[in-house]
């Protein structure tokens, strides 16, 4: 069955320090992958999404991933975060063809910035 | 441009009551997906709907759960006869008639307490 692991559920930084959260999927086919963002009270906003081309993404608010199809990895990563980067953290794969509507979510990174 | 709107943000139930957790897409989209997040776990994709039509319900509890997405008007995911279990945070998200379900947008979510 298709899976979406996240590393960490929780990860506390101080501001400026450097972020990485892990993702590993488990699905052999081609994928199309997304990190999304839940601020406290808030929806899930998308961060950045991965079809094809340049496997180093770039997205919102100074965030990247890099998709790495021979470990079937898609980490998500800042160099330097602030206190406003609290919030939760969704890594999701969406398999292309058919069922490609299913998005499976992995369970989420719970971050905490101290100021 | 309004996104998508959920309603209501809160719903308390009693178990054994209904709940009916309404959705309306962004403009233009005519595509809707229901997710269902429990307690410190992921989205889980429950089912995917067009005006007027169930595409995919494999992830929807066989019963006591049901959803429609009229011609006119929001989609409804209804439970009946709702138990403890059923406390979760339920997330609609739409997309373009274009699309494949490849980029959604998520709403703010509802989420349902029952008692």
């Known amino acids: 069955a298709q899976s979406v692991s996240q590393h960490n559920h929780h990860v506390i930084l101080s501001e400026a320090a450097s972020l990485e959260l892990g993702c590993n999927y488990s699905y052999g086919g081609t994928v199309n992958l997304f990190w999304y963002v839940q601020y406290p009270g808030q929806h899930l906003q998308l961060l950045l999404k991965?079809?094809?081309?340049?496997?180093l993404v770039k997205g919102i608010k100074g965030f990247e991933a890099e998709f790495i199809k021979s470990k079937f990895s898609f980490n998500l990563r800042k160099p330097s975060v602030q206190w406003s980067d609290t919030a939760e953290y969704f890594c999701?794969?969406?398999?292309?063809?058919?069922?490609?509507?299913?998005?499976?979510f992995g369970a989420g990174t719970r971050l905490f910035v101290k100021a | 441009n309004a996104g998508v709107m959920q309603n209501p943000r809160h719903l308390v139930r009693r178990r054994g009551q209904e709940a009916r957790l309404r959705c309306s897409p962004m403009?233009?989209?005519?595509?809707v997906y229901w997710y269902r997040q429990l307690p410190e776990e992921g989205l889980k994709f429950m089912v995917y709907l067009q005006k007027e039509n169930i595409i995919d319900e494999s992830g929807m509890p066989k019963e006591r759960f049901s959803a429609e997405f009229p011609k006119e008007g929001p989609s409804i995911l209804r439970i009946q006869q709702v138990v403890r279990g059923d406390s979760a945070a339920y997330f609609c998200?739409?997309?373009?008639?274009?699309?494949?379900?490849?980029?959604?947008?998520f709403g703010p979510g509802t989420r349902l307490l029952v008692l």
């Open positions: 403009k233009g989209h005519s595509h």
């Open positions: 991965y079809f094809s081309g340049d496997p």
């Open positions: 998200a739409s997309s373009p008639p274009e699309s494949r379900g490849e980029t959604q947008y």
């Open positions: 999701a794969v969406n398999p292309r063809g058919a069922g490609g509507f299913k998005t499976i």
